[in-house]
């Protein structure tokens, strides 16, 4: 009996958020929707769905919530707090991780993050500073950590830096990291590829090469015909 391989998906927290905004409009068909039950009922078309999260994930996903979603304080911590749960009933039980990057300790609270900052420079700019939706950066070491397969955001540009790879079309990039290939596309791409029954990895991406072409490198000239 074969047994059917994990898909491991990381999704960002506006994937979360487009869900919420889909539902608001009666529209249930989006595809932020299909992967955020995905995650949540550990299954899809093409088999059984592990959410790969993390402690700030979670922490971000509440203060979006009551800052941009209307939530009150205890709704949006027992919202984003079902993403532990999703991780934890998942087919391979996985507890949020705790990111750790580039030789910065990891702050518990967004609170916390806002009194550092401003404790090494001048309050007025404190707020500049601090990225009042999400940090990016931990989105990416969460993917990274967890070892997803597919990292799904709403801003794929935003994580076009240090080893990203990026193709020819606009909904998907690639990012080499510890021996591995991390894919980091927009809802639209990984949905429609597992209703078709395809896990959109990088070995996909890779035995598809006429599909999936890497884009020229910026100030360098195109290769002569």
């Not at 592990?50 to 949006?76: C, D, F, K, M």
């Not at 290939?181 to 035995?207: E, H, M, N, S, Y």
């Amino acid at each position: 009996m074969t047994v059917p391989r994990v898909i491991r998906l990381a999704l960002d927290i506006n994937v979360f958020v487009a869900d919420i905004l889909s539902a608001r409009k009666g529209r249930r068909y989006c595809a932020s929707t299909m992967l955020v039950e995905a995650v949540r009922d550990g299954t899809c078309p093409v088999g059984p769905v592990q959410l790969v999260t993390s402690l700030p994930i979670i922490e971000n996903y509440a203060s979006v919530l009551r800052r941009r979603l209307g939530y009150t304080q205890e709704e949006a911590e027992e919202k984003a707090w079902l993403l532990e749960q999703h991780a934890l009933e998942g087919p391979l039980p996985d507890h949020p991780h705790v990111t750790v990057g580039c030789g910065h300790i990891p702050f518990e609270t967004e609170a916390q993050l806002l009194q550092s900052i401003e404790s090494h420079g001048r309050a007025a700019s404190a707020t500049k500073l601090f990225h009042e939706i999400q940090d990016d950066r931990y989105v990416l070491e969460t993917a990274l950590a967890g070892q997803a397969d597919i990292l799904v955001t709403g801003d794929v540009d935003d994580f076009v830096r240090g080893p990203a790879i990026r193709l020819q079309r606009n909904d998907v990039v690639l990012y080499p990291f510890a021996g591995r290939t991390l894919v980091i596309a927009k809802p639209g791409f990984t949905a429609w590829w597992l209703r078709q029954g395809v896990i959109a990895d990088a070995d996909f991406i890779a035995g598809h090469p006429d599909e999936f072409v890497p884009a020229p490198i910026p100030n360098q000239p195109a290769p002569a015909e």
